[in-house]
């Protein structure tokens, strides 16, 4: 099984279990494709927080977000995933 396919078959499981509206957590954001995804699957109404140690790339991926029509439901932090509470 090739890349596309694993990324696609991962994208497909949290499509059917995430809804619209919903809280997800992108621990580790990168350049932000992921963070983008999941996005699109919370919509407006839902919260996306992404976390990474990188400034580089969290500035990459405010980039990529900002024309998203739910960029507002995002949230990046600049700390580890490590770092976060339940």
């Not at 497909?12 to 509206?21: A, D, F, N």
């Not at 919370?42 to 990474?52: E, H, L, N, Q, S």
């Amino acid at each position: 099984m090739g890349f596309l396919s694993v990324l696609s078959m991962a994208q497909s499981l949290v499509k059917e279990r995430v809804q619209v509206g919903e809280t997800v957590i992108d621990a580790t954001v990168g350049n932000g494709v992921d963070t983008q995804f999941l996005l699109r699957v919370v919509g407006v109404k839902g919260r996306v927080y992404g976390f990474d140690v990188q400034a580089a790339a969290l500035e990459s991926a405010a980039q990529r977000l900002s024309t998203e029509p739910a960029a507002g439901s995002v949230t990046l932090t600049l700390r580890s995933h490590d770092a976060m509470e339940a």
